[in-house]
Antibody, heavy 121, light 110 residues
Framework: EVQLVESGGALVKPGGSLRLSCEVL????????MTWVRQAPGEGLEWVGR??????????DYAAPVKGRFTISRDYSRNMFYLQMNSLKIEDTAVYFC????????????WGPGTQVTVSS | QSVLTQPPSVSAAPGQRVTISCSGS????????VSWYHQLPGTAPKLLMY???KRPSGIPDRFSGSKSGTSATLGITGLQTGDEADYYC???????????FGTGTKVAVL
């Protein structure tokens, strides 16, 4: 069974930084396509970015609102998936979910419970 | 801003059928598989349908999916109170190189 567990969410001031982590269990992480999705309070789902494993080319893609501020990375030795968030804005306040992409780029097959990020002065 | 358009809400009595539409374009739905997710309040989304018509293990056959051109549809038959949730479509956009979600639809059981 695939298990994803996010951590690292916190209250941070505008302009600050935060790193979210996602522990990935129950699948071959070295072959796993992974993604981050967020959900602002009372709003819908918003894709943040994705990571293709090194074996598949190693590319990362980002949504326009976070490009240049957020960085996705992974530690293959620890099965950990990360989201480094810099220059945080109030509008980055959201619950952040990590998700595993299975079979096709459209299929977010498994999700973690999420971690809350609040950006406020 | 969501690229895929869904109705804000649909409702029906228990046992009835509802459908949720998801409208996109040739760069997303038109050329990629569509997935559907449902989300109960305060919980993570859960995959409900993938590759347009396939149900993950554990999803009952009361749920069905279809796709035609640049639109997709999720159907729920035999509506139950436990189906009350938010439903989102999603797919990859090949032109924008981003994943796009629908605007979301709240299903209410009357």
């Amino acid at each position: 069974e695939v298990q994803l567990v996010e951590s690292g969410g916190a209250l941070v001031k505008p302009g600050g930084s935060l790193r979210l982590s996602c522990e990935v269990l129950g699948l071959s992480f070295s072959d796993a396509w992974m993604t981050w999705v967020r959900q602002a309070p009372g709003e819908g789902l918003e894709w943040v970015g994705r990571s293709i494993p090194e074996r598949g080319g190693g590319a990362t893609d980002y949504a326009a609102p976070v490009k240049g501020r957020f960085t996705i990375s992974r530690d293959y030795s620890r099965n950990m998936f990360y989201l480094q968030m810099n220059s945080l804005k109030i509008e980055d306040t959201a619950v952040y979910f990590c998700s595993w992409i299975d079979k096709t780029p459209s299929n977010l097959a498994s999700w973690g419970p999420g971690t809350q990020v609040t950006v406020s002065s | 801003q969501s690229v895929l358009t869904q109705p804000p809400s649909v409702s029906a009595a228990p046992g009835q059928r509802v459908t949720i539409s998801c409208s996109g374009s040739s760069s997303n739905i038109g050329n990629n598989y569509v997935s559907w997710y449902h989300q109960l309040p305060g919980t993570a989304p859960k995959l409900l349908m993938y590759e347009n018509t396939k149900r993950p293990s554990g999803i009952p056959d009361r749920f069905s999916g279809s796709k035609s051109g640049t639109s997709a549809t999720l159907g729920i038959t035999g509506l139950q109170t436990g189906d009350e949730a938010d439903y989102y479509c999603g797919t990859w956009d090949s032109t924008l190189s981003v994943y796009v979600f629908g605007t979301g639809t709240k299903v209410a059981v009357l």
